[in-house]
């Protein structure tokens, strides 16, 4: 739902597009590019519930930033592109590169054919449980529950929670605080309360999971295309920072070991799962580099810095806000000009 301070943050985005800074300031701020993440593309919607709107963007809006990123100059690259510049001095242009995390089918219905009418390199992060139909997009399910009811009960640390959620805004309310719970537990008892929800309101999470994700087929497709850089993002896409260690790495060599076999070529690239700085660790860097990847991408903003200060196990990336629809505030982003200094990333703390 909008709010008084994302339409705050969006009036200072036009401003600082107006005044030219992001010209003047962009090579200097800019480092050496950036990686822009997506997750769903789809046509939109209508529905007044939509707590996932942000992670989503429009076909149309995916071909006018292509457009715009060709307008601008940019260079389109692949993720072998990003850790090559990345070591090197600065190249005449920046680059940007287009990632889609989930493996998600609408990649495949509504982002693919604008992608390849462009001829444009991507790489897409696969989850490899949920080809198999095994994976439980949980936050799919929990939008569909609250989104068809007016009120909820469910289990919560052993006591029975009821929520009245007759209003659009408390239904945002609670799916704000359900879904922060459900990211605090541990893969096993996040799904059995996932599913005695899903259970209570006649929400198939299994049904529900495989239409929303790519299969084999689809992932075979995209491999077939020299332009589709084919990554991994564990097995069941948990929050590694709810996992031992031991579990962490097995969930990361597995990705990459079943993509590996699956589509007969190395594996290279990482995405942590949900990528905030809640959901991974400084030690995950380390994982992602004994799992053998070159890069690990999360989804903490901020720009590729040239001449090796980007740790290539902790690249940052810009998750674009799918209820923005503004390639004035785009350019502004993408200029580097509201991230603070860079620093290199094994001295940060997560």
Avoid at 336 to 341: E, S, V, W
Wanted: charged share 25%.
């Amino acid at each position: 739902m909008p709010s008084d301070n994302r339409l705050l943050t969006s009036l200072k985005l036009e401003l600082a597009y107006f005044s030219g800074l992001p010209l003047l300031r962009g090579r200097r701020t800019g480092g050496a590019g950036v990686i822009m993440r997506f997750e769903r593309v789809r046509p939109p919607r209508s529905a007044r519930f939509q707590p996932l709107k942000s992670r989503e963007i429009s076909p149309k809006f995916l071909d006018r930033t292509i457009k715009a990123l060709k307008r601008w100059k940019f260079d389109i690259v692949s993720l072998d592109e990003v850790c090559q510049r990345s070591v090197r001095l600065a190249a005449p242009r920046r680059f940007v590169s287009l990632t889609f995390d989930g493996g998600y089918k609408d990649l495949i219905a509504s982002a693919y054919p604008v992608l390849s009418q462009h001829g444009v390199p991507f790489t897409v992060y696969v989850p490899t449980a949920f080809p198999d139909g095994l994976g439980e997009t949980w936050w799919l399910a929990l939008e569909a529950v609250i989104a068809s009811e007016s009120r909820v009960s469910l289990m919560m640390d052993r006591k029975e929670r009821h929520f009245d959620i007759a209003s659009t805004s408390e239904k945002y309310q609670l799916y704000d605080f359900l879904s922060g719970w459900l990211r605090t537990l541990a893969p096993t008892d996040l799904s059995a309360a996932i599913k005695d929800l899903c259970s209570r309101y006649s929400v198939d999470i299994a049904a529900l999971s495989r239409e929303a994700s790519l299969d084999w087929d689809d992932l075979a497709r995209l491999a077939a295309d020299p332009l589709v850089t084919i990554g991994s993002g564990t097995v069941n896409y948990p929050v590694l920072s709810n996992l031992k260690d031991a579990a962490a790495l097995r969930e990361m060599m597995m990705g990459k070991a079943v993509a590996h076999t699956a589509f007969h070529r190395d594996i290279r690239h990482f995405a942590y799962p949900f990528g905030d700085r809640a959901s991974w660790r400084r030690q995950h860097m380390a994982m992602a580099e004994e799992a053998g990847f070159t890069s690990a991408a999360s989804a903490i903003s901020g720009v590729v810095e040239t001449e090796g200060r980007t740790d290539l196990h902790a690249l940052p990336r810009i998750s674009w806000d799918g209820r923005r629809h503004s390639l004035r505030a785009m350019r502004v982003i993408l200029s580097g000009i509201t991230f603070p200094q860079a620093r290199p990333a094994r001295s940060q703390e997560f």
